[in-house]
């Protein structure tokens, strides 16, 4: 029974897998539109300048570009202001009630003036024709139209984040209710974003991406997810290994209990199976099943990042860090009801 349990796992996983939806062209683009980019930024003078030369490369030239200064500590303003940048800035924290990237976003909302709002994390890199095959989505399916990004290495510790990119693409991947979106790089109208009431009706959600998606479907308004593939890349926390545990102990147990109730059992039973085959690797059975799950990985990574050949191989460090940021996000977010990001201490709950 428990093999048959486990295979079943294994199965979710191919499922999952085949669910995936990529972004791609669908069609020339018929519409004349106004593209306000938005950028939030907080202490990202690394990675604003080159975000800022790509979208100069753009096929479909954004009709504006507005960069949000959130209070940053380094030249993030001057960075923005150089390379052609409206820039926005925040030299206050936010008001009581309100996290820093939602802020800085609706801030942004507020001084734009195109009909189409595209979301930009400032360490994404996105390609030549990212604006345009996002519009070619747009008009197919209108509504909120979200992309979560390819991975892109330079360091070994970042290779420690394939459990969490599983995870977070399966959560949007489920056949049923859809229920949230991916917060890098999230293009809507103005005339929808306005029908929501925008972030500030998520002013005080850590995992704003997940909530405006929310309010966007309670309000009639479609939301389709998709994965970067060639069009967009990013590196999430190219500062070590600390900034890594930090980034994702801030999302990760809010996120794991806003996503539905079947689809989170799904996942759940999924990571069973996995962490099974890892505890039980001495049994001979176990040991097929591990086999298993580890083609099943070599196969997923190739399409959500630039894992190597033999990252497959470390699957049970991958999963085992996971377990640890997992157990010290739902011990910071539940007891002690607070997170850090980026020098904040942000309050949750």
Same mark, same amino acid.
């Given at each position: 029974m428990r093999i048959i349990l486990f295979l079943f796992s294994w199965l979710i996983g191919w499922i999952y897998y085949r669910n995936l939806r990529f972004l791609k062209r669908e069609g020339e683009i018929s519409g004349d539109y106004k593209i306000s980019v938005i950028i939030p930024a907080r202490n990202e003078?690394?990675? #604003?300048?080159?975000?800022?030369?790509?979208?100069?490369?753009?096929?479909?030239?954004?009709? $504006?570009?507005?960069?949000?200064?959130?209070?940053?500590?380094?030249?993030?303003?001057?960075?923005?202001?150089?390379?052609?940048?409206?820039?926005?800035?925040? /030299?206050?924290?936010?008001?009581?009630? !309100?996290?820093?990237?939602? !802020?800085?976003? !609706?801030?942004?909302?507020?001084e734009s003036r195109g009909?189409?709002?595209?979301?930009?994390?400032?360490?994404?890199?996105?390609?030549?024709?990212?604006? $345009?095959?996002?519009?070619?989505? /747009?008009?197919? /399916?209108?509504g909120l139209i979200s992309c979560w990004p390819y991975q892109?290495?330079?360091?070994?510790?970042?290779? #420690?984040?394939?459990?969490?990119?599983?995870?977070?693409?399966?959560?949007?991947?489920?056949?049923?209710?859809?229920?949230?979106? +991916?917060?890098?790089?999230?293009m809507i109208s103005r005339k929808d974003y306005e029908r929501v009431g925008g972030h500030k009706e998520v002013r005080n959600k850590i995992v704003e991406d997940m909530e405006f998606a929310k309010k966007c479907l309670e309000e009639g308004i479609s939301v389709n997810n998709f994965l970067g593939g060639e069009y967009?890349? +990013?590196? @999430?926390?190219?500062?070590?290994?600390?900034?890594?545990?930090?980034?994702?102990?801030?999302? @990760?147990?809010? %996120?794991?209990?806003?996503?539905?109730?079947?689809? +989170?059992?799904?996942?759940?039973?999924? @990571?069973? %199976?996995?962490?099974?085959?890892?505890?039980?690797?001495?049994?001979?059975?176990?040991?097929?099943? /591990?086999?298993?799950?580890?083609?099943?990985?070599?196969v997923i990574q190739r399409r959500l990042g630039d894992y190597k050949w033999y990252d497959f191989l470390f699957s049970p460090l991958h999963f085992l860090f996971f377990l640890l940021v997992f157990t010290y996000s739902i011990l910071r977010v539940f007891f002690v009801r607070t997170v850090v990001w980026k020098g904040r201490k942000i309050r949750v709950g």
């Open positions: 003078e690394e990675n #604003l300048g080159k975000l800022l030369s790509l979208l100069k490369k753009q096929t479909y030239k954004p009709y $504006e570009v507005i960069v949000v200064n959130d209070n940053s500590e380094d030249d993030t303003e001057g960075v923005g202001e150089r390379n052609g940048a409206r820039v926005i800035s925040l /030299y206050e924290e936010p008001p009581e009630g !309100w996290v820093g990237k939602n !802020w800085a976003i !609706w801030n942004g909302y507020l009909d189409i709002l595209l979301f930009l994390d400032a360490d994404v890199e996105p390609s030549s024709e990212f604006i $345009e095959v996002m519009l070619s989505s /747009y008009e197919r /399916y209108g892109r290495f330079e360091k070994f510790y970042e290779h #420690l984040n394939f459990a969490f990119n599983l995870v977070s693409v399966f959560s949007m991947a489920f056949l049923g209710k859809k229920e949230g979106a +991916f917060g890098p790089a999230m967009i890349k +990013f590196r @999430m926390y190219p500062h070590g290994i600390k900034d890594l545990f930090q980034g994702f102990s801030k999302n @990760m147990a809010k %996120g794991a209990f806003s996503i539905n109730i079947i689809n +989170f059992l799904l996942i759940f039973l999924y @990571m069973t %199976g996995v962490y099974g085959s890892i505890f039980y690797f001495r049994n001979t059975i176990f040991n097929f099943l /591990y086999i298993l799950y580890a083609i099943q990985f070599s």
